[in-house]
């Protein structure tokens, strides 16, 4: 059994995110394309020392200073559940010191907690040495958080349900995006409650996919809805101020991911989303940056 384990965690995009209906048990069922990008956490555990899970948070790159109060370091963060859990599971009596580096804004709708604790639950059967099948801690995952189990495999795909039935989507093109996070964050309980739930938007991300997959961006810009959007505009300013500076600024139809705060804009080449990224940073309030964390990532 490896002694230390290092693990990248990747950020995500909802390149659509549909919400078709609140069920009886409070959850909504969604219908969402997901998609990796290069934004990512980094994870170590090392096994051994006294018993018990100890988490350090230390946070790097744009937002640095906004995320380092957001991150728990006790049985609170995901991270720490998803090895609690691998262990009461397994029947072991846990001896971890986990370190986490964080460059995924939190409360930005790119999924950091969640791609953190399906890390944690991969690298923690890996240190224990269990032979456990993938069902196994997709069970698990879905305990933790509704986005943990897409993040176990973290490939392109379309999510249903409440994000516990993945479908993998077609292979996607080369393409870019510019993300921008604001300083503020925002409650996905919040921005949930507030949204209005839209049954015929079923089937658009399978479309979208299939769009994409074809290379015809053109196409699938019309695709690209966020029904969580209307109800982070009502709940931040930022939104609708950063979306018209993306469009300004050369963003294709600029959308929400996820429940925000982060907003992105996709991009075919490196070149144009550097040159959006750049008008973006170039922006000011006051002698201060208007965006606090602008990252131009590899999609996919």
């Known amino acids: ?34 998609v990796p990008i290069e934004l990512a956490d980094t994870l170590t555990v090392r096994l051994g020392g006294s018993p018990g899970i100890r988490l350090t948070v230390r946070c790097e790159g744009p937002r640095a200073s906004h995320l380092a109060g957001d991150v728990p370091t006790d049985s609170t963060n995901l991270v720490v559940r998803a090895a609690a859990a691998i262990a009461e599971e397994a029947g072991i009596n846990p001896a971890l010191d986990i370190e986490l580096v964080k460059a995924i804004p ?39 958080g509704s986005d943990v189990p897409w993040f176990l495999e973290g490939v392109p795909a379309v999510v249903t349900g409440v994000g516990e039935q993945i479908t993998p989507a077609s292979a996607l093109p080369s393409l870019f995006a510019v993300v921008v996070c604001p300083s503020t964050g925002l409650s996905t309980a919040a921005v949930y409650k507030a ?59 600029p959308r929400l991911t996820g ?40 999609v996919g």
Request: aromatic letters at 4%; a positive charge; proline letters at 5%.
């Open 195 to 253: 949204c209005t739930p839209d049954p015929s938007r079923a089937g658009e991300a399978i479309r979208l996919a299939e769009t994409l997959a074809r290379g015809d961006l053109t196409a699938a810009m019309p695709l690209m809805h966020n029904a969580l959007e209307p109800a982070a505009r009502k709940l931040s300013g930022d939104i609708d101020r950063l979306l018209a500076d993306l469009a300004a600024a050369g963003g294709l139809t």
């Open 1 to 34: 059994m490896p002694a230390v384990i290092t693990r990248r965690c990747a950020a995500k995009l909802n390149l659509s995110l549909a919400v078709l209906a609140r069920r009886p048990d409070g959850f909504h069922a969604i219908e969402s394309l997901f």
């Open 106 to 144: 939190s409360q930005a709708g790119l999924g950091g907690g969640s791609s953190n604790a399906a890390a944690m639950l991969l690298m923690a059967v890996e240190a224990w040495g269990l032979q456990w099948p993938r069902e196994r801690l997709a069970v698990i995952a879905a305990k933790l």
């Open 259 to 298: 429940s925000g705060s982060a907003c992105f804009t996709l991009c075919r080449t490196l070149p144009e989303a550097r040159g959006i990224a750049a008008r973006l940073m170039a922006l000011e309030d006051a002698g201060s940056a208007r965006w606090p964390a602008v990252f131009t990532v590899r």
